[in-house]
């Protein structure tokens, strides 16, 4: 692995459903995030954790949760998918600089 | 109002050209600034930091003014695979996380031959 990984790369699914992205990162990095980039929205926060063993609430934290069991891994589950979770989500984690590296997405289509 | 705004084009130019990017911000705490590129259906990536004093890394000049909370970005002799979305990215210290950004929603550049 270099970098971010994130699965599944894209997925549609039922409404109801709960669905759970995976994100894992091979850098050692602290900070880990969770984006959703909607057209004309920009990228918006969902949920964050500074390390392993926290999480904090971002920008649009209804519908979702998350874990940060260890350093590398940080999941984010729709407990009961809704159409309007239709979107692209990024996974990006932080070094020490604050620079910002990102995944290279997963396509989600809630029907 | 949203925190970071930017003019969401299309920027339509020719291959040489010179265009600038301007993004205004809301907060006026902001600490740390950028602009990433994002290609289509890709994930954002970092272009370049800005600074106070203004810098430049290529073909791109990028400039800060804190007294009216903008940011630019000049591309010059625009290439082809210069077509891409530009954000600009501000950065300040949240409640939770010293490290959470602020993304525009992007400005859309095509470079044509």
């Known amino acids: 692995i270099a970098g971010i990984t994130q699965a599944p790369t894209s997925q549609i699914l039922a409404a109801g459903r709960r669905m759970t992205l995976r994100c894992t990162q091979d850098m050692r990095h602290n900070a880990m995030y969770w984006y959703r980039q909607d057209l004309g929205l920009g990228l918006r926060l969902i949920h964050y954790s500074n390390t392993a063993g926290t999480t904090g609430k971002g920008e649009v934290p209804d519908g979702y949760s998350v874990s940060r069991a260890n350093t590398d891994d940080f999941p984010l589950t729709l407990a009961s998918a809704v159409p309007s979770q239709t979107s692209v989500y990024f996974c990006?984690?932080?070094?020490?600089?604050?620079?910002?590296?990102f995944g290279p997405g997963t396509r989600l289509t809630v029907l | 109002r949203k925190e970071v705004e930017q003019d969401p084009g299309p920027f339509n130019v020719p291959e040489g050209a010179t265009v600038a990017f301007n993004c205004t911000y809301s907060n006026s705490a902001s600490q740390s600034f950028f602009w990433y590129r994002q290609d289509c259906r890709k994930e954002p990536k970092l272009l370049m930091s800005?600074?106070?004093s203004g810098n430049e890394d290529g073909r791109f000049t990028a400039q800060l003014n804190r007294a009216s909370q903008y940011i630019s970005l000049l591309i010059r002799d625009s290439k082809l695979s210069d077509s891409a979305t530009y954000l600009c990215v501000v950065r300040y210290r949240h409640s939770g996380s010293a490290r959470q950004l602020t993304f525009g929603s992007g400005t859309q550049l095509t470079v044509l031959p």
């Open positions: 800005v600074y106070s």
């Open positions: 990006a984690s932080s070094d020490s600089a604050g620079t910002q590296y």
